[in-house]
């Protein structure tokens, strides 16, 4: 069974901190998601990181993705309130027609909660 | 441009009703998924549809069907709803050109209430 576990679930932070959100998964994927969700609100597409070794950078945000040990990171720098919001990892599941990608396994979230 | 478009955005039914959620891709766009989010978790996949045709299912009873259109929009179905129904229901579609990244976009959801 296909599982993508993070961690940490819950996260309090002050604004002006440094913290990291761990994703693990079991498949064999190299690809990976990360989506951001704010409450009563659909989810917002951050990084698609393609490969190992992958890096990508937004602003206060970076995820990183090593295929080898089945591990993402999305790291916060300097946070500040806008950032507080559930922040998902997902990774293909079955392979789908095309390539295309249609069925995301998600994680249980990271609910984040920037504090001045 | 328009995003994906789902209705009703909020419903409210009783045990054992019926219920049709509909959704709407973005112009262009000839995949579409449904996922099922219950409150404190991730999104889980229900289906997706390619080209009108069920290209994946999720662990979902029989009670879940859906269908797409011949202008890529798709409706799921829910039969004799339980309680365990109730959750918000998201609808995603992406752009299908072979191997690479296709992004998903999803909708706001539809949150469904089931007493």
């Known amino acids: 069974e296909l599982k993508v576990e993070q961690n940490p679930l819950f996260l309090s932070m002050q604004e002006g901190k440094n913290y990291t959100i761990y994703c693990n998964y079991s498949?064999?994927?190299?690809?990976l998601y990360w989506y951001r969700q704010d409450p009563g609100k659909s989810l917002e597409s951050l990084f698609v990181?393609?490969?190992?070794?992958a890096v990508k950078q937004e602003g206060r945000l970076m995820a990183s993705l090593d295929t080898k040990a089945r591990l993402s990171t999305l790291h916060i720098t300097a946070a500040v309130h806008d950032l507080s919001a559930t922040y998902f990892c997902a990774v293909d599941g079955i392979m789908n027609y095309g390539g295309s990608q249609g069925n995301l396994i998600f994680g249980k979230g990271t609910k984040l909660s920037v504090k001045p | 441009d328009a995003g994906v478009t789902q209705s009703p955005t909020h419903l409210i039914k009783t045990r054992g009703q019926h219920v049709t959620l509909r959704c709407s891709p973005i112009s262009g766009h000839k995949s579409v998924s449904w996922y099922q989010q219950v409150l404190g978790q991730g999104p889980q996949f229900i289906f997706q549809?390619?080209?009108?045709?069920?290209?994946g299912r999720g662990n979902f009873p029989d009670r879940f069907s859906a269908r797409q259109f011949p202008n890529y929009s798709s409706e799921l179905n829910v039969n004799a709803l339980l309680l365990g129904d109730s959750a918000l229901y998201l609808c995603?579609?992406?752009?299908?050109?072979?191997?690479?990244?296709?992004?998903?976009?999803f909708g706001a959801g539809t949150r469904l209430s089931v007493l």
């Open positions: 990181l393609l490969s190992n070794g």
């Open positions: 498949t064999t994927s190299d690809r």
């Open positions: 549809y390619y080209e009108k045709e069920e290209r």
């Open positions: 995603a579609s992406s752009l299908v050109a072979g191997l690479g990244k296709n992004i998903q976009y």
